[in-house]
């Protein structure tokens, strides 16, 4: 058995057709030219059993936005194992077997949307953010108000493309969990449709937007002809992002209902004027620390929040984290340092749930995945890690 990366074309191919039998996409040669010139290559590896193909894993480049600053993460998607191959350990081995270039790369944490969860659990990854898809109808969208003036929107075009992607990052800098998007995911998942989209924007100063909403129209049963999909809605001021839900709400005639993503909680559940929002999707994403020190430099703290606790990480696959650190946050940043007393013991997937904000300490006390330490400690863990549940608008 070797895990690598495939080498040959004939290999890649091979690691390919893994993919299209684990996620149903049908072998249409059109699907699968696609798929194999979007391969990242370099992001890539396999498990070969007697030079067949396995098992196969891509991490894609991302960051994850924690405390208004963007922490490198690879995110996994997709993993897969031939049906033939299943029930050996090899979707594990071609998970982890990632952790060493992951940690090479700078990138501190890996996040993925669990298929099982067992199996992520077992490698140090945690249930550590939501993606939250809600369902409301549109004609309440009509009845909610700006506090100040309305704004004036305008249709978007591909000149806007620059602008588009510096309102999403300035939302997303102030939304824990949210992704931070390179280009290649801009491009393959975002932007591949936008003509098919509905792009509706308000300009800010200086050519910027000062706020933007991406919706779709779906099928829908008559009377009604179509329902609304809002895939993402970024502004930065409450007229603006009110201005654009009204926008969406002049579709009620026809577009009976709205979905629109987010975490359980939402700015928009505290506006509508009836508590009828439904919830349509509720997926727990999961998250891995890959190196502790670095991923505490990398993210950001409350800036009212200072002390310092001493915790002993226990993490079988990634030794570089194992053992007694002291963890210190002073002044909206945080370090953590090798030495100390150990006092709070947490297990790596403990640490990765804290670490995105999920968790409180005593959610993961009562979870079996931290011991030890005072009730200062655990007070001082939650108010340093803890914020509104991450959330996110992306599948990957
Ligand atoms: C999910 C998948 C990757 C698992 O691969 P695998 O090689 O069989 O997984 P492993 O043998 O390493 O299993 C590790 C653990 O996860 C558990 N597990 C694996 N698949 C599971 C499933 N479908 N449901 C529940 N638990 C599962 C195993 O029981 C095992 O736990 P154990 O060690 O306590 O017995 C494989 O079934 C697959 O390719 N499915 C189709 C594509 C897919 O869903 N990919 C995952 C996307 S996130």
Redesign the pocket.
Known sequence: MEVRAPQTEEEWQEADAVFQR??GLFVDTDAFERNLARQMRDRYLAVFLDGRVA?AAQVRPFGMFLGGRSVPMGG?S????APE?????????VTEAHFSHLRERGEVLAG?????T??YR?VGFEVAGVLVQHSIFTRHLNQIRPTVAWPTERRLTDDDIPAIKACYRRTAQRNQGWLDRPDSWWDQAILENFAKEHWYGVDGDGGELAGYVRYRHARASPPYSYGITVNELCADDPDVAIGLWKLVGSSSSQGHTTKFLGGHEHPLLVLLPEQDAKVELDIRWMARVIDASAAVAARGFPAAVTGSVGLELRDPQCDWNAGSWTLTVEGGTGTLEKGGDGDVQLTINGFSSLFTGYATAETLRMAGLLSGGSPRDHDLLTAAFSTATPSIVDFY
């Open positions: 684990g996620f098992a996994y997709p993993v897969a194992v191959f299943r029930g050996f350990g090899h979707g594990t081995r993925l949307y669990p298929a099982s067992k199996l077992g």
